[in-house]
Structure formats: C-alpha cells, structure tokens
C-alpha cells in the first residue's frame, strides 16, 4: 500500500491521469484525515473551490488541496514527535500510567479524527494547520469550558457517533468532537444537561 508522501507525489505529477490524481488525494486521507474521511474531503474540496463528486477537478485547486493537507500533517506529526518525546522521558522516570490526554492521543494516531467531525458536511472553516494549533495548544494547557478550534460555547454530548469514542461533547458551531481532556468537568457537564434539555 503505497504511503502518504507517494500518494502526494502522484497527486502533483502531471504526467498522471486526472482522475488518479483525484483518486491518490482521495487515498491520502486513508493516512490523514482530521475531521474523518468524509469531512477532511468536503473540507479540502470547499476550501480549493471544486465539487466533492467533480470527477476531473482543475489540477492547480487539486495541488491546492494536497498543500493545505500537507500543512496540517507537519503540525500534527511535529506534535506526534514531541509527544512520542515525552513520553518516553516519563516511562523513564517512572510514569507507567498514561493520563487521559494519553488516552484520547491513542485513538487518534497517526492523525485520524483528531476534530472528528461526524456531520461530513459540518466542519472548521479555517485552515486545517490553524485548527490543529488550537487544538494542541488546547491540549497543552490547563482544561477550559469552550470548544478549543472555535471558542464555542455551545456544547452538546451526542451519542452514536462513528468514531472511538462513540460520545462526547461536540461544538454546535464549528462541529468537532471536543477532546474530553480539554474541557473542565463543568463544561462537560454543561454538555450533558444541554442534550438531556434536547430531547425532552
């Protein structure tokens, strides 16, 4: 199976039929894909400015696509370095235990649905690197009552989602499932109430 940087190639070659190079884009999510396959692709084809089902996109949008995926890739896979880093260092000093932002990092490696997005169609407006900077910088300081990606506060738990976890708080506006460490008991909490107050 071919990796991640030959897929890019593919995508940038323009000796390379149209259609794979659509197809190697399609194929890079299955290595990337913040938001989810779904939503990471309605998210690329909106910002590059080409249909989701537009079988022969223009190549310069479909490159434009495969650079803002590539940008979001480096700022998670440099935050996957110093996590690896740190780890290491607390298994040698003795910290077996993994706390719960080391829980959550586990479902997510390798940078699938870090913002899980379960409404394809509902995601982050900006650039996938700017999203991921929120979210590690969420992650790296102490928890608060907000959506991390959108300074949201409207949070809502939703159940039945298709993604480990299948629950959790998710930002009405921006539409990611927050990571449950970066919010404070309360906010989580607030959550909960707001989707008791939903269905009843």
Same mark, same amino acid.
């Given at each position: ?12 070659d ?38 989701? #089902?537009?079988?022969s996109?223009?190549?310069v949008r &479909?490159? @434009? =696509? *495969? %650079? ?23 298994k ?33 407006? #900006? ?7 929120? &979210?590690? @910088? =969420? *992650? %790296? ?39 449950r460490?970066v ?18």
């Amino acid at each position: 199976m071919a990796g991640f940087r030959s897929l890019a190639r593919q995508v940038r070659d323009p000796g390379c039929d149209l259609a794979l190079r659509r197809y190697s884009l399609r194929k890079c999510l299955e290595k990337f894909a913040p938001y989810g396959h779904r939503a990471t692709w309605d998210h690329l084809c909106s910002r590059a400015g080409f249909d989701r #089902e537009d079988r022969s996109p223009d190549p310069v949008r &479909l490159v @434009a =696509a *495969l %650079e803002e995926l590539e940008e979001g890739r480096v700022v998670w896979l440099g935050y996957e370095g110093e996590f690896t880093a740190r780890r290491r260092k607390e298994k040698h000093n003795g910290l077996r235990r993994p706390g719960s932002i080391d829980d959550w990092h586990r479902l997510t490696w390798g940078g699938f649905g870090v913002a899980w997005c379960d409404d394809p169609r509902v995601h982050p407006d #900006e650039p996938l690197a700017e999203v991921l900077r929120r &979210l590690i @910088a =969420a *992650l %790296e300081r102490e928890p608060g009552s907000s959506c991390p990606v959108c300074a949201g506060v409207h949070l809502v738990w939703r159940y039945g989602l298709d993604h480990e976890p299948s629950s959790g708080p998710v930002c009405a506006d921006c539409g990611i499932l927050v990571p449950r460490p970066v919010l404070t008991p309360q906010a989580l909490q607030y959550a909960r109430r707001e989707q008791l107050l939903m269905s009843a």
